[in-house]
């Protein structure tokens, strides 16, 4: 009874306070103005979601790195050498480079690279105590050095040349001098400060630094002298307290730049346009570059921003998200690369700030007010009930998903990741509705894999981005703890050959893992369909088997704590666009203590690829992994599945009947016709007796993952013939009983894989002179 009260004097409030706003308002004919941007700002490459290629790193330390620009030497996420950063992890944070010169800044057209400084020193007698030239030398790169600099000379009794080459030949000089500290002022006059500006477009210059007198007369407030070319903006002459301050150097070299454009290439726009290599991409321009030396460069359109070098080019700003980037008064609707201004209805005018803005009208009309106002007060009051309504529902949909978070195991999770230092920071914490959003609500149509511990959808993000959400099936505890240890696992892992986790959900009353999307499938899947399989030639089967080898060795030995993965298959070796192996599936992971070597544990694992020791005794170790690794090469030299039943008893078990085989000298006939094709004879006997070696009954005797990876990476660079010696070694295991059909993750099918040789080009910007900065201690 007094709720009902309640919402009758609530009701009665709203009617009065309607018909009181309503009489000042009348209803008019709305006034639009397309309005370009209000402030024009400077859209560089840096801005926008999408700035590198997919894939390849963002940032190198504090540095953003735009595509054409890309971090990893021969990595391929520049356009050319030329744009390579080598991103140096030693330091902390890490620190990015280009050849020897350690770059501070990339903008649309200029990069602000570290300085050198020339210094000289005397005594009190005019002997030269001190000396330190400097140069820089930017060989046949696309850099030039900016007008933007100034060659700059401190000291009272100094003359120093700038000489410049590359494209054009200049020398450039400056006189500084002065008798006493107290005729110095406080900016560059040639008293104590000369600065002379330099032309555009050289590409080496070297600084000559001299003294009239040796410092003679001045020693006492001025010992040193310094010559430098850097950015003219960022230099500030503090007087005769720059003379004699012993830092100046050092703070100098911190505060100060050298700033050099960039092109690409060298044709202009217009003939650029007309090559197939053109890069600038939709809503973006083409520039010529300024040097006189050729080249271009993209810009994006204006009211648009991102990095015009990348498709799907720039992207429309929203200038009505942002009041400081609009001018409208009342209403601001986004269009394409500008925005539209307008009036509510009871006001005209432009809409625009700096126009006519939005004037209210003062014809009135009562009973329509009237008629208006009780029905926005009776609509009120339905809104308010409706509010309450789905108030109390979004309070128990909430109670009800806190509950999910600590059925799913959300406190064991924290206390999991609270233990792993970079674990929360690295892992984002999906909503249900985020996920019910991307996955449209889990249909049918975006299931791309199901396995043993659940379903995998293909997500879209609303950044665009492709994921994979991993739905575990309804589960008991010991499912749930499963869930957890692929979590926590997941979270130490940073290696490009293993499946990368972006985050979870515990709101629902399944878990969901959220991974990166690998789109080509399963090697399972490729291996032993028969369409597939031509892709899989016998350069990508040991590239892949390489990676796959790689990831399980970082695992074993590299990653913080060692991880057994317990259930190596093709069908968890999932492959990308360009057939990069990715290891997933860490559901029966197990972190291995670093002072145990191994553990006893439940036996888990896929028939076919169990290891037989490991399932007998229950002990795991890292070797059990390597068994499993053994059987997926056999797979990949033989085609064959590990499990057959619809095979003869003797072939039925894949590890069993290579290992004979090749006891028996009868290799070639169970290798695929392919693999025998392609491979040498030294690389197919030498992988056939690694696989030998790595299905060893015992344990003890199987190489370890790191040296199965170098003896696969040597396979791959092989190329010299040597006779091949038959070794006789242990006992070799015999195999399980049943096949696992199933692969845990995608069959989406495969395109071919076109490698590239990565090139190297560190510490240079050309192959045939490399910079080299001469610099002072830092």
Request: net charge negative.
């Amino acid at each position: 009874m007094q709720g009902i009260v309640f919402l009758l004097i609530a009701w009665f409030c709203v009617c009065g306070l309607a018909l009181k706003i309503l009489a000042a308002e009348t209803n008019t004919n709305t006034t639009t103005t397309t309005t370009t941007r209000a402030n024009t700002t400077t859209i560089t490459i840096t801005k926008g979601a999408n700035i590198t290629k997919p894939g390849c790193q963002r940032q190198c330390g504090n540095l953003t790195v735009p595509y054409p620009f890309g971090v990893g030497l021969g990595s391929g996420c520049a356009i050319g050498e030329w744009f390579e950063i080598n991103c140096n992890t030693s330091f902390n944070p890490p620190k990015p480079f280009i050849g020897g010169i350690q770059i501070y800044e990339i903008s649309d057209n200029q990069l602000r690279v570290a300085n050198v400084i020339a210094k000289k020193c005397y005594n009190e007698s005019g002997g030269l105590v001190y000396e330190n030239p400097a140069w820089t030398n930017l060989g046949a790169s696309p850099y030039r050095f900016s007008e933007l600099n100034k060659f700059t000379v401190i000291g009272c009794d100094d003359l120093a040349l700038l000489t410049g080459s590359g494209g054009r030949n200049f020398t450039s000089g400056c006189l500084s001098v002065c008798s006493h500290a107290e005729d110095v002022p406080g900016y560059c006059s040639g008293i104590g400060c000369c600065q002379t500006p330099i032309p555009m477009g050289f590409t080496y210059y070297y600084t000559s630094l001299g003294s009239l007198n040796n410092h003679k007369n001045v020693s006492s407030f001025n010992p040193c002298s310094y010559a430098f070319l850097g950015e003219q903006d960022r230099f500030v002459f503090r007087g005769a307290s720059d003379l004699s301050d012993p830092d100046f150097m050092q703070r100098t070299l911190a505060t100060v730049p050298i700033l050099l454009d960039w092109a690409i290439g060298n044709l202009s726009c217009s003939a650029a346009q007309k090559a197939n290599d053109y890069l600038c991409q939709q809503n973006s321009y083409c520039v010529d570059s300024e040097t006189g030396f050729g080249g271009y460069r993209c810009s994006c359109n204006q009211g648009y921003e991102g990095n015009p070098y990348i498709g799907p080019g720039c992207q429309d700003i929203n200038e009505c998200a942002d009041p400081n980037n609009n001018s409208c008064e009342k209403i601001c609707i986004n269009t394409p690369g500008s925005y539209i201004c307008s009036c509510p209805k009871g006001y005209y005018g432009d809409g625009r700030k700096g126009g006519q803005g939005c004037i209210a009208e003062n014809t009135e009309f009562p009973v329509v007010k009237l008629s208006l106002g009780l029905g926005f007060g009776f609509l009120s009051l339905l809104l308010g009930i409706t509010w309450l309504y789905f108030g109390i529902k979004k309070r128990k949909l909430i109670t009800l998903r806190e509950k999910f978070f600590q059925q799913n195991g959300g406190l064991l999770l924290k206390q999991q990741l609270s233990s792993n230092e970079g674990g929360v920071e690295s892992t984002k914490v999906f909503t249900a509705e985020e996920l019910e959003k991307a996955t449209n609500n889990y249909a049918d149509d975006r299931i791309v894999g199901k396995g043993g511990y659940g379903t995998v959808y293909k997500g879209i993000l609303p950044d665009k981005r492709i994921v994979a959400v991993k739905k575990s099936r309804i589960m008991d505890e010991s499912q749930i703890e499963q869930f957890i240890n692929e979590m926590v696992i997941l979270t130490q892992i940073n290696h490009r050959n293993v499946v990368k986790l972006l985050g979870c959900c515990l709101e629902e009353e399944v878990p969901l893992l959220v991974y990166e999307y690998v789109s080509n499938g399963t090697l399972f899947h490729h291996i032993h369909n028969s369409t597939a399989t031509t892709m899989l030639s016998w350069e990508n089967r040991l590239r892949i088997a390489t990676e796959a080898a790689g990831a399980l060795s970082y695992l074993h030995s590299a990653a913080s704590k060692p991880i057994i993965h317990r259930d190596v298959k093709s069908a968890n070796i999932l492959l990308d666009e360009y057939y990069t192996a990715k290891i997933s599936d860490f559901g029966a992971s197990r972190l291995v203590p670093l002072d145990q070597t191994q553990v006893t544990t439940l036996v888990l694992g896929t028939l076919g690829y169990l290891d037989p020791e490991y399932f007998h005794t229950s002990q795991l170790t890292e070797k059990s992994d390597v068994y499993s690794f053994g059987v997926v090469l056999a797979e990949l030299l033989t085609g064959k599945k590990p499990l057959c039943m619809e095979r003869s008893q003797e072939e039925r078990n894949l590890a069993t009947y290579f290992v004979t085989s090749v006891k028996e000298n009868r290799l070639f006939q169970i290798l695929e016709p392919r693999v025998v094709r392609e491979g040498t004879l030294e690389q197919l006997q030498a992988s056939a007796e690694l696989v030998r070696r790595c299905l060893y009954l015992n344990g003890a005797d199987r190489p370890t993952m790191k040296e199965v990876a170098m003896e696969l990476e040597g396979l791959r660079k092989f190329t010299l013939r040597h006779p091949w010696t038959h070794q006789h070694g242990h006992e070799e295991s015999t195999g399980l009983m049943t096949e696992n059909e199933s692969a845990d993750l995608y069959t989406v099918p495969m395109s071919p894989y076109s490698d590239t040789t990565p090139l190297s080009g560190q510490y240079s910007l050309d192959t045939a002179q490399m910079i080299l900065p001469a610099n002072s201690p830092r």
